[in-house]
């Protein structure tokens, strides 16, 4: 920021003279960096005048007169701490409105300075990465389309804790809030559970159970593998004739497969990039036989033995994709989420 403009409370020219500098001194970014310190001003004016209201004022030097004076003396000294560190709530708002990051002295905190401030932090932007795959997440569950508040441009890579543990107080209270917000939103359009996928993890409940005794996986985590691969059962591989392949993990036919198949084209994922190739995959007789061979895959081949037995949804579904089950640079991401999701928790519950 430009040393040379100072906030005064008292000064009617101050609204001026940042407009001024939104014109002429750095455009729209160091205007929006003084508004943003203006801005933790009045808050801390009104920590500090709630902070005078706690205190007795019936003292003989109390009146009308000295209140006033008090009040701007406390007005002004709220500005000149913003405009010297703060809090860091004004380079928080800054950041959240698109400012760019610290790389000057007078931006990113005079070196040598004492004490702590959240301007001399170099943190990636996470809260766009966070906010993005938490939509996604919400949007997978099956709920209806976000709110446009809640909407913003993927990514690509997924957030991680490392991410989440570097927001400060404020921007997680922000990322809550607007998530909050989606999740109301659209429970509000489309309910909490859709029942679609409610009849289909009530329908294969038993199933996963019985081949988690045989895997020591738990059941839940193997629904929501199935989950993943079928779109709760309204994407499912089907023959010609529209009947059902009841390949619930879209496990392919190989040379030793003798039952019957369904051929797709497939997308695959190789250095990073997508193609598309023919595939023929298993077809089932129910639901039962394809979790039972699914738990004859994951028992009797070597390449998942990281897998068995396996309670931990991260390294579950990590497990599953560095053993080769999906090319999917995301698939262990996607999987982790619908474990560790609102749907299949709440379906659960009902299923009993």
């Given amino acids: 920021m430009n040393k040379g403009f100072q906030l005064n409370a008292l000064d009617p020219n101050s609204l001026g003279d940042l407009k001024r500098l939104a014109r002429t001194e750095g455009g729209s970014d160091a205007a929006l960096r003084a508004a943003a310190k203006q801005f933790e001003g009045l808050f801390l004016q009104m920590v500090m005048k709630s902070m005078r209201a706690t205190t007795g004022q019936s003292g003989m030097m109390d009146s009308e007169q000295t209140r006033s004076w008090q009040g701007m003396l406390d007005q002004q000294m709220a500005l000149e701490m913003s405009q010297s560190g703060g809090t860091g709530l004004s380079e928080m708002l800054y950041r959240q409105l698109g400012g760019k990051a610290a790389a000057s002295p007078e931006a990113a905190g005079e070196a040598g300075k004492n004490g702590f401030d959240l301007a001399d932090v170099r943190r990636r932007p996470a809260i766009p990465a966070v906010l993005a795959r938490a939509a996604e997440s919400v949007a997978a569950a099956g709920k209806a ?51 679609s996928a409610q009849d289909f993890v009530t329908e294969v409940w038993p199933h996963a159970l019985e081949a988690s005794r045989r895997t020591g996986i738990p059941a839940e985590f193997m629904v929501a593998q199935a989950a993943l691969e079928t779109g709760w059962g309204q994407k499912q591989l089907r023959h010609a004739d529209g009947s059902p392949s009841n390949n619930l993990f879209n496990i392919k036919a190989g040379s030793a497969w003798s039952g019957r198949t369904v051929a797709r084209e497939v997308t695959e994922y190789a250095d990073g990039q997508a193609y598309t190739e023919s595939a023929r995959f298993r077809s089932y007789a129910s639901y039962a036989e394809s979790f039972r061979d699914y738990a004859n895959l994951i028992t009797r081949s070597p390449r998942y033995a990281e897998v068995l037995g396996q309670t931990d949804a991260a390294a579950f579904a990590r497990g599953l994709q560095d053993a080769g089950y999906a090319t999917d640079p995301m698939y262990a991401d996607k999987l982790t989420r619908i474990i560790g999701g609102n749907t299949l928790r709440s379906a659960l519950a009902m299923a009993g």
């Fill in 145 to 195: 389309t976000l709110p446009a508040e809640a909407r913003v441009p993927a990514l690509g890579a997924a957030a991680t804790a490392g991410e989440f543990s570097a927001l400060s107080v404020y921007e997680r209270a922000a990322l809550q809030t607007r998530l909050d917000a989606a999740v109301r939103g659209a429970r509000d359009a489309g309910g909490a559970v859709s029942r």
